[in-house]
């Protein structure tokens, strides 16, 4: 029996209104995709279908609900579910924000979560909490397992709250991306079992068949992955050993990797739910560094959807290398 928390998520209370959508570009992602899509995704949302991954990282995608004033979580309590759990003109707009996180977690094979959001949720794991939608991981979509990797990203991880419950959840297959420092300071503080790969300063130091057959050995410990240098970790390793070792869909679940990887331009595609509540303060995505009036990311709206009057849905493909013309 599992020992992760499920839910029911009746369709009838979560189903979003689809009010537009860009058939074109749909379609042409269709085209290329091999994507199973389960009845439950049809019934409440309509087809998701998601394209190739590159060679050198997975497919990524980030899940994040904001208020209407643009905040991610509220000051006094950080926890970003709350934005959405908070709304109190419609309970079940706030459960249909959970399941499209759920939805996109059956999608991925693995999840990045940050270690602030382990803090901020002692009892958050990155799991499918949708019962059906765990079960329509492996009898609809082809997946080994009901739930993805849970990858936890930190500087130098002294951040990552050791013993933190996902660290005991054997159905969790836990992995931490770090920096050198970082996994300096996990292998003295650290009672896991645990190994730890590199430091990698640059991708052709990567030996994948040496990682996977250490990984085979020691199925019970926790792989840290070092790259970069002092305690600036290099995603771009992290993503290509990720997507080497057979991750093909990744979900962002941290916000600000998810920024970060807006800055490197490989975050794919963007699934920001809106919450009809006003917050304030100024816990925003990004908040740290802007992007030039001249040189930002751009959007593509694919899908648009509503739940009652009180939540937007949206599913947005982003969009690089865009310059006015001289």
């Known amino acids: 029996m599992s020992e992760l928390a499920r839910m029911h998520f009746p369709t009838e209370d979560i189903k979003i209104s689809v009010v537009m959508k860009r058939d074109h570009i749909l379609k042409e992602i269709e085209q290329k995709s091999k994507d199973l899509v389960p009845k439950k995704v049809l019934e409440v949302y309509g087809k998701i279908m998601m394209p190739p991954a590159p060679e050198d990282r997975p497919y990524t995608f980030g899940s994040i609900v904001l208020s209407s004033d643009g905040k991610m979580a509220y000051p006094d309590d950080p926890q970003g579910p709350l934005i959405a759990g908070k709304n109190l003109l419609d309970k079940e707009g706030g459960m249909a924000d959970f399941w499209i996180l759920n939805m996109l977690r059956a999608y991925s094979d693995a999840t990045i979560i940050g270690a602030r959001t382990l803090q901020a949720e002692p009892k958050g794991t990155s799991h499918v909490f949708c019962a059906e939608m765990a079960e329509a991981r492996v009898k609809e979509m082809g997946k080994k397992t009901d739930c993805p990797w849970n990858v936890i990203v930190s500087f130098d991880g002294t951040d990552i709250p050791l013993e933190h419950m996902i660290f005991d959840t054997d159905e969790i297959e836990v992995r931490i991306g770090t920096s050198p420092q970082g996994a300096e300071y996990l292998q003295q503080h650290m009672t896991k079992p645990h190994l ?30 070092a790259t970069g240098e002092g305690n600036n970790p290099d995603s771009k390793i992290l993503l290509y050993i990720l997507r080497k070792l057979g991750i093909e869909k990744l979900c962002i679940e941290s916000p600000s990797y ?18 009809a509540v006003f917050v304030g303060g100024n816990i925003t995505m990004g908040s740290y560094k802007s992007f030039s009036v ?31 013309n001289s």
């Open 258 to 275: 998810m920024f970060h990887l807006l800055d490197n331009e490989a975050m794919d595609e963007m699934f920001i739910n809106y919450s």
């Open 196 to 225: 730890i790969f590199g430091p990698y300063k640059d991708i052709t130091e990567v030996d994948i068949t040496d990682i996977q057959a250490k990984m085979a050995a020691e199925r019970n410990a926790i792989p840290i992955f």
């Open 294 to 324: 001249n040189d930002h990311p751009h959007a593509d709206i694919v899908m648009l959807g509503h739940h009652r009057s009180n939540f937007i849905f949206t599913r947005q493909i982003l969009r690089y290398g865009l310059k006015e």
